[in-house]
Structure formats: C-alpha cells, structure tokens
C-alpha cells in the first residue's frame, strides 16, 4: 500500500525546536520532490518547504525561512523538517506530500499525501 507516514508532532513552548518525520511505504522517494505543507485553523492549506530529487535543492516560505530546513535521507526512506524559533503562528497540522517535481508541489499536483501531524506552539 503506498503511503506517506508524518510523525513528531507534539506541544512545544514558543522558541522550543521540533522535528517532523516523513516516511514514504509502497514506493520509494528516490525519484520523488517531497514537500512539507501546514494547514491552521480556518485557514487554507499551504506549502511550508520543499526538496527536489537528485540535487536536493530546496525551497522556503518567506515565514520560515532561517528557522526551518528540509533534509531527505533516500536510504531510510525519510525526509525531515527540522523547527527551530518556533512561534505561535506556527500552530496548524503538517502534511507531507510527493510529487514529480518541486513546481508540481508548488502547484498542488501531489501525487501521494500523508494524514498529518499536529504541530502546537503555546506556553
């Protein structure tokens, strides 16, 4: 069966550092760009990072940028979004989701999707 599997979300204090894992079943990320989205309460889904295949270039939303980073390790099958500074405002939950290329992700042509996991930033 072909999944995406997100883990490592919790509750964490504002500053406090997470890392979000996400494991692909049924086939490998090899020849997949892999992104992170985030959706919060009341508001649209939307793309946090992403990472390409073969060079694994990646990409930022201006929100996170210089407090998140996208990392892939092909031989676990695995990429991670490591969360450092966090804020409130990063609150929401974290999918993610496999496409062909980073454009497809950008354009919300995803091929695969985790559930998700919850992320909540609060004191």
């Known amino acids: 069966q072909v999944q995406l599997v997100e883990s490592g979300g919790n509750l964490v204090q504002p500053g406090g550092s997470l890392r979000l894992s996400c494991v692909a079943f049924g086939f490998t990320l090899d020849y997949y760009a892999i992104g992170w989205f985030r959706q919060a309460p009341g508001k649209e889904r939307e793309v946090v990072s992403c990472?390409?295949?073969?060079?694994?270039?990646?990409y930022y939303a201006l929100s996170v940028k210089g407090r998140f980073t996208i990392s892939r390790d092909d031989a676990k099958n695995t990429v991670y979004l490591q969360m450092n500074s966090l804020k409130p405002e990063d609150t929401a939950v974290y999918y993610c989701?496999?496409?062909?290329?980073?454009?497809?992700?950008?354009?919300?042509?995803?091929?695969?999707w985790g559930l998700g996991t919850l992320v909540t930033v609060s004191s």
């Open positions: 989701g496999a496409a062909s290329r980073v454009e497809g992700l950008l354009e919300g042509d995803v091929a695969y």
């Open positions: 990472i390409s295949s073969g060079d694994s270039s990646t």
